[in-house]
């Protein structure tokens, strides 16, 4: 593995980081959905034309293998891009009623999750995610339940769903990456995200043009950076870096999410949360072993 993919994996994470507060801003205008829906059929657009360019001169000799890797590419895109508009769907709702911040680190939990989604596959969990399960638990805690358990943020369980689908798409892209063109897998799993909002933008939210007018640059920003750039680098990176250590890697956004809710929202969390936010910090620190394959989950999807 060459370094210099470890450096693209963590320029999506300043891009995601930024892209908590501008999601926090376009909820102003519009609905979750309404801004998920938009943002996602954009970016699609704007990769298509790089989608387009790149398969005239993919598998012009070998008729073969592009069977084989259309057949990848749909699975793929239906899959990932499954898990992609619900780890979105959740953050984006659950950002309604709880800060940037805040879900920034429980949206990084995805990280203890993936190795406890391998469990179910048969694979063995360290003592090292144990611990950080303990630790996590009790950062969590100090995040979310202000004045006790009956007292939790309905946002705080809605982002900690997320995380789950955050932590299926890691999964996924990290198989079906390897086998597909970088740009056809990034546009057509957005495309399978973006019908999904589509069609609960029109069953839960009433959107306006007005209102999408407003949240131009939300919109537009979540597109071009946080989508069609965040998510083709993401799958560039993932070719090569295992999801583990990828996933690793991404969760930093959390620490780009507060830096900049701190700095263009004001947003203060208490001494409390603080805490919380450094126990869920350690906790991914801690529960990464060395490069877990997932092997036997690869198996399963394939």
């Known amino acids: 593995m060459k370094k210099r993919y470890l450096f693209i994996a963590l320029l999506p994470t300043i891009i995601w980081g930024f892209g908590y507060v501008v999601q926090s801003i376009g909820l102003q205008s519009v609905g ?15 990769l ?12 012009k000799n070998n008729p073969t293998e592009k069977i084989v890797r259309r057949n990848s590419l749909i699975k793929g895109s239906i899959i990932s891009g499954f898990f992609l508009f619900i780890g979105n769907c959740f953050q984006i709702w659950g950002m309604v009623y709880t800060t940037p911040g805040k879900a920034s680190f429980i949206t990084s939990l995805y990280i203890i999750m993936v190795p406890f989604i391998g469990l179910y596959f048969g694979e063995k969990l360290s003592s090292k995610v144990w611990i950080g399960v303990v630790i996590s638990l009790f950062g969590m805690y100090l995040l979310c339940f202000s004045g006790g358990i009956e007292n939790i943020n309905k946002g705080d369980v809605l982002v900690l769903i997320c995380s789950f689908g955050f932590a299926m798409q890691i999964i996924s892209i990290s198989y079906f990456a390897p086998m597909c063109d970088t740009f056809s897998l990034s546009a057509f799993h957005i495309l ?42 993401q799958i560039i990176s993932q070719k090569y870096v295992p999801a583990t250590l990828a996933s690793l890697v991404f969760s930093m956004e959390s620490v780009f999410a507060l830096f900049f809710g701190w700095l263009v929202l004001n947003e203060i969390l208490s001494r409390k949360e603080l805490l919380g936010c450094a126990l869920v910090l350690v906790a991914i620190m801690v529960s990464q072993s060395r490069s877990r394959k997932l092997k036997r989950i690869k198996r399963v999807i394939a």
Do not use: D
């Open 32 to 46: 979750p959905n309404t801004l998920n829906a938009t943002r996602f059929f954009l970016a699609f657009l704007v």
């Open 48 to 59: 298509i034309p790089f989608v387009l360019k790149r398969r005239r001169n993919l598998y």
């Open 192 to 233: 399978v995200a973006g019908v999904l909002s589509l069609i609960c933008m029109f069953l839960f939210e009433t959107p306006t043009w007005l209102g999408i007018k407003a949240a131009w640059f939300p919109i537009i920003y979540c597109a071009l950076l946080q989508s069609a750039v965040g998510y083709t680098l």
